[in-house]
């Protein structure tokens, strides 16, 4: 305990004075969810409008990128983790992601997947580099998963689980979500950028954001590189 810290003496509070609190809560929580969803447009429009701007979501995939090279070994393949960074320099340098810090890791599991955080930090499972046939099928995967990043869509899925939150908690909710953001940080990027079955929370990006995805990745194929 911190000495700094007084004993409060405690309060005596009335049951009709937490009733009526209660209730303007309530209230409160019922009126910004309704002119959330209004001035937003419908729900959709009210998950862009409660995703995390950049400035709050890129420090937390930098740090869930950090716990990721923690838990998750580092592939010592050289000659792999070269082949990734000479592609992953490539479409980095066309890529629209600004302020972009950009890091290329092969991480050494035979899972068949990858993934890009916004930061433009890049996992690349070794199951995967091993299954690909040549460097444009790398560049045609890192595309894909920087373009998840270009079109914000791990941000708009931490808005629409921060909306679902609002809906089922109810009073108080979207202050809440916002605390249990904070709390639940590291997993919950790495779930929205498509690397839920490190972190036991599954969220796969719906058939728009893939297709979108796809056409960003076009832009990034060897030949228009």
């Not at 004075?17 to 969810?33: E, K, N, Q, Y």
């Not at 580092?74 to 479409?91: F, H, T």
């Not at 302020?99 to 290329?104: D, S």
């Not at 091993?130 to 079109?151: K, M, R, S, T």
Request: with cysteine.
């Amino acid at each position: 305990m911190c000495e700094n810290h007084n004993v409060a003496r405690p309060q005596v509070v009335s049951l009709d004075s937490m009733h009526r609190r209660d209730v303007v809560r309530r209230l409160w929580a019922g009126t910004m969810l309704i002119g959330v969803t209004s001035a937003a447009g419908g729900c959709a429009g009210a998950a862009d409008f409660l995703a995390p701007s950049d400035a709050d979501l890129v420090p937390m995939a930098a740090a869930a990128w950090e716990e990721t090279k923690k838990q998750t070994p580092i592939s010592k393949d050289a000659r792999a983790n070269q082949r990734l960074q000479s592609v992953g320099n490539k479409i980095a340098s066309v890529a629209n992601v600004p302020g972009a810090q950009w890091e290329f890791v092969v991480f050494d599991s035979e899972e068949k997947n990858a993934f890009c955080l916004p930061g433009g930090k890049v996992g690349f499972y070794k199951g995967l580099l091993d299954f690909v046939d040549n460097d444009d099928q790398i560049a045609a995967v890192v595309g894909h998963e920087v373009g998840h990043v270009v079109l914000r869509h791990a941000a708009r899925r931490i808005g629409q689980e921060t909306l679902t939150s609002v809906a089922i908690q109810g009073a108080g909710a979207i202050v809440g979500s916002q605390v249990q953001l904070s709390s639940e940080s590291l997993n919950m990027v790495m779930a929205a950028a498509g690397a839920g079955a490190q972190v036991g929370i599954l969220l796969p990006f719906s058939r728009s954001n893939e297709t979108d995805a796809d056409r960003i990745g076009v832009e990034h194929e060897p030949g228009r590189l």
